[in-house]
């Protein structure tokens, strides 16, 4: 649930991921972290899984590097932002909004019939002011002339037991990580290449990227104008 989620983020923003003492650092975190939460999960389950998820090769933008070999130096843990929502003089409409979330979420997803009563216009109002987000990892990389890029990545503790199970999580989570990707690039101008999710479990985390971040990107930049 979302208690468990907000522990495992608490226990991954207070690790130094290259410490060689990796396996007791985590253990430890994980032991303070859940007992002030209450949780009772296995110390051991929990533990492994983050382990796993730290020692999972990132994919060729981060050049088959792992989350354990990028250090503090080159990597931002909870990284709070506000963007302004396109020119505060302008207005972005709650229709708009609705069909952004239509053409995004996939059939089933027990969003849309909200997404639809937004889309429909019967409650329209003009929209103004800032998206205020919380980024769990921002990581830069280097291309091969040096040029600086960021991934960006997103723990999950959702279950997953299926390639059509990632395959929905993906579709779900497409648009969350693309609008984290647009206010990194407009707060800093610095290219965002990876939007990476990394569902945390027990015996390997299971790692996928936003299949057309560039199609995201642009469909969030075209709802919020930015």
């Known amino acids: 649930g979302k208690e468990f989620g907000s522990a495992v983020h608490s226990v991954l923003e207070r690790i130094d991921p290259t410490s060689a003492t990796?396996?007791?650092?985590?253990?430890?975190?994980?032991?303070?972290?859940?007992?002030?939460?209450?949780?009772?999960?296995?110390?051991?389950?929990?533990?492994?899984?983050?382990?796993?998820?730290?020692?999972?090769?990132?994919?060729?933008?981060?050049?088959?590097?792992?989350?354990a070999d990028i250090g503090v130096a080159d990597r931002l843990a909870e990284l709070d932002f506000d963007m302004p929502l396109a020119d505060l003089r302008s207005r972005i409409t709650v229709r708009r909004i609705g069909e952004v979330l239509l053409d995004t979420l996939p059939p089933g997803d027990p969003q849309r019939p909200y997404a639809a009563e937004l889309a429909s216009g019967r409650h329209d109002?003009?929209?103004?002011?800032?998206?205020?987000?919380?980024?769990?990892?921002?990581?830069?990389?280097?291309?091969?002339?040096?040029?600086?890029?960021?991934?960006?990545?997103?723990?999950?503790?959702?279950?997953?037991?299926?390639?059509?199970?990632?395959?929905?999580?993906?579709?779900?989570?497409?648009?969350?990580?693309?609008?984290y990707a647009v206010a990194l690039e407009v707060v800093t101008g610095t290219d965002v290449v990876d939007c990476r999710f990394v569902f945390c479990r027990p015996g390997g985390a299971v790692e996928r990227s936003v299949r057309d971040l560039a199609a995201a990107k642009a469909r969030v930049r075209a709802a919020l104008g930015a």
């Open 22 to 67: 990796l396996d007791a650092d985590v253990r430890d975190a994980v032991g303070a972290t859940l007992g002030r939460s209450g949780l009772v999960p296995s110390l051991d389950v929990v533990a492994e899984g983050l382990l796993a998820s730290l020692r999972t090769p990132l994919g060729p933008v981060a050049d088959g590097r792992r989350l």
């Open 125 to 179: 109002l003009d929209i103004a002011g800032y998206m205020r987000g919380s980024i769990d990892a921002v990581l830069r990389v280097h291309s091969a002339d040096g040029t600086p890029r960021f991934v960006v990545v997103d723990y999950k503790t959702d279950s997953v037991s299926s390639e059509a199970d990632i395959d929905a999580k993906l579709d779900r989570y497409e648009l969350q990580a693309a609008s």
